[in-house]
């Protein structure tokens, strides 16, 4: 009986970015979710300006007294350069983020609150996931200004 191949160390990678990039929306969902954040622990999917980012903009969030209820989709995501050779090994990803299941409301009330109506609801995201000691983390993400999908 033979063996199996070797499963290819890159195509894991972009595979393990990718699976990370989908859980770090789940986390961010949970820290929007309450007007605490209480549950995310964006620390096991997110580093460095990722990371802060969504603590300081969660943060804005909440201290106006809103959460977001629903669902994030993060739909197509896919491997533009991957890195894997280096000291931290990275992955870039394009991804169209679909946040119009991903309602912003009162906290207290459960209203919905009021957002522009030019505000884009699916657009074009480029993230870095890189590999750390603890595992894969999203270092960045970065909304394309004015590219819907």
Known sequence: MASA???DPSQAAKAAAIDTYKSYWREME???ATPTGAG???KRYAASAALVNAQADSKQTHDKGLIATGQVRVDSPTVTQADINRQVPNVILSSCLDV???QVVDASTKQPASLPSTRLTRYVIVSTVERWPEGW???R???Q???PC
């Open 137 to 139: 983390r999203v270092i």
């Open 141 to 143: 993400d970065e909304p």
């Open 100 to 102: 119009s299941h991903w």
């Open 40 to 42: 995310a622990d964006m």
């Open 145 to 147: 200004a004015g590219r």
């Open 30 to 32: 949970k820290l929007y």
């Open 5 to 7: 191949p070797p499963a």
